[in-house]
Nanobody, 121 residues
Framework: QVQLVESGGGLVQPGGSLRLSCTAS????????MRWYRQAPGKERELVAT???????NYAGSVKGRFTIYRDDAKNTVDLYMANLKPEDSGVYYC???????????????WGQGTQVTVSS
């Protein structure tokens, strides 16, 4: 059974930085695109950053230049480095990945449980 577990959220002041980490586990054969989403209270979940298995990256316009997504395929992890944080970056951040494991043998979409990020003075 595949699991995605996030860590690294917390409270930070505006202008500060945080690093979120997500680790995938569970008889994994291959991991395709990995993504970070976020959801603020009362808003829809939005895509923040994507990294393909070829390490190509894409960012939402609101975070471009401030956030960096990085994956380590040897460790099955994806990190999100967030700098110059703003109050509007607050929300629950979710890790997402397309994974093939020994149970399914076909690509399937998996989500982590989410980690809270609060940017406030």
């Amino acid at each position: 059974q595949v699991q995605l577990v996030e860590s690294g959220g917390g409270l930070v002041q505006p202008g500060g930085s945080l690093r979120l980490s997500c680790t995938a586990s569970g008889h994994i054969i291959d991991i395709g695109p990995m993504r970070w989403y976020r959801q603020a209270p009362g808003k829809e979940r939005e895509l923040v950053a994507t990294i393909t298995d070829a390490a190509e990256t894409n960012y939402a316009g609101s975070v471009k230049g401030r956030f960096t997504i990085y994956r380590d395929d040897a460790k099955n992890t994806v990190d999100l480095y967030m700098a110059n944080l703003k109050p509007e970056d607050s929300g629950v951040y979710y890790c997402n990945a397309v994974i093939i494991n020994t149970t399914n043998w076909t690509p399937a979409n998996y989500w982590g449980q989410g980690t809270q990020v609060t940017v406030s003075s």
